[in-house]
């Protein structure tokens, strides 16, 4: 899977801006307040943010390899 460098961008600032700082507020307001499911939420987060790196990831290394050749 190849990805225009706009749509890189974007999801290289959500996993590695976005993503973390939700998946911590999220934490830290459930801890607050006592919500019973926001370490549910928190780990959903983490596996998505986890997902998307992945794919940019597997984006930019296809990338890389057409730039080689």
């Known amino acids: 899977m190849k990805m225009k460098n706009e749509t890189y961008d974007k999801v290289?600032?959500?996993?590695?801006?976005?993503?973390?700082?939700?998946?911590?507020?999220?934490?830290?307001?459930g801890k607050a307040y006592g919500w019973e499911t926001?370490?549910?939420?928190?780990?959903?987060?983490?596996?998505?943010?986890?997902?998307?790196?992945?794919i940019t990831i597997k984006s930019s290394l296809n990338f890389e390899k057409e730039d080689d050749q």
């Open 38 to 54: 926001s370490e549910l939420a928190v780990t959903t987060l983490n596996l998505l943010t986890a997902f998307l790196g992945a």
């Open 12 to 29: 290289k600032w959500l996993v590695m801006i976005f993503m973390p700082a939700l998946t911590a507020l999220v934490g830290g307001l």
